[in-house]
């Protein structure tokens, strides 16, 4: 076995082999890198030869053969993800006591296809080995009755809600990067329920006043901001 480094021009060299010998070449990928796609045989220049796990099998030299064409290509997958939330003030941001939305629907249209992916119980996702400088689509899609608050500040912005209409904005990776600001704040309109009830007991008297206590309560998961109750009178009343 004989080991070498690529020089900083990402050349290496073998010297003193045996014609008619089949080698095997294995290329070690540094950390964060994968080999690229496989795309013709050798001795085809210009392109990579190694196999998923970095290997080119069955070189054979004929007498005095200098091959200069067994190349390997890699890259650092990019990757992105973060949470969605339930935004309870509405006010799109990330706070404390603020609960997940676990089972979102979450889409990514990329270059390399359609990915899906549902949220966490804890509301976060994560999409991974993405290709660098290619454009990327994100889209959540909501349960009835959910609906998106508006987006605070920059997509690269943590803990805000960067979503609009259902989509981010599109998402640029630099190689290797991981991009954990994708977020989206969720709401579910105010659930109000009134009762009321008569607090007089017994036989009204004429001129005699009755009183009624009216609770408004609110059973939904988002803040309710200027309720307006009304207790109208009822036709032919006097």
Same mark, same amino acid.
């Given at each position: ?38 795309t ?19 070189? @054979? %030299? =004929? /007498?005095? $053969? *200098? !091959?200069?064409? +067994?190349? &390997?290509?890699? #890259? ?32 990514l ?7 899906t ?22 889209t ?31 998402? @640029? %990776? =630099? /190689?290797g $990067? *991981? !991009?954990?600001? +994708?977020? &989206?704040?969720? #709401? ?6 009134v ?44």
């Open positions: 076995t004989i080991s070498v480094l690529t020089d900083q021009h990402g050349y290496y060299r073998f010297d003193g082999l045996f014609d008619g010998v089949p080698y095997t070449l294995t290329f070690v990928a540094p950390a964060g890198y994968q080999p690229t796609m496989n013709g045989s050798p001795p085809s220049p210009a392109n990579s030869d190694a196999d998923a796990s970095g290997n080119v099998f069955g070189i @054979v %030299l =004929a /007498p005095g $053969e *200098h !091959n200069s064409n +067994i190349d &390997a290509g890699f #890259w650092r997958p990019a990757s992105f993800g973060n949470v969605v939330w339930l935004d309870v003030d509405r006010d799109g941001l990330q706070e404390p006591g603020e609960a997940p939305m676990p089972s979102v629907l979450v889409t249209q990329s270059p390399q296809g359609v990915i992916t549902t949220t966490s119980p804890t509301g976060f996702y994560h999409f991974d080995g993405l290709i660098s400088g290619a454009p990327h689509t994100v959540f899609e909501l349960p009835a009755g959910v609906e998106f608050t508006a987006p605070v500040g920059s997509i690269n912005d943590p803990d805000n809600s960067d979503v609009v209409n259902g989509a981010a904005a599109v998402v @640029v %990776l =630099a /190689p $990067e *991981h !991009n954990p600001n +994708i977020d &989206a704040g969720v #709401w579910t309109p105010p659930v109000m329920t009762q009321k009830r008569n607090l007089t007991s017994g036989v009204v008297r004429p001129d005699q006043e009755i009183a009624y206590e009216i609770v408004a309560r609110n059973a939904g998961q988002t803040l309710a901001r200027s309720v307006v109750m009304t207790d109208p009178i009822p036709a032919g009343t006097v």
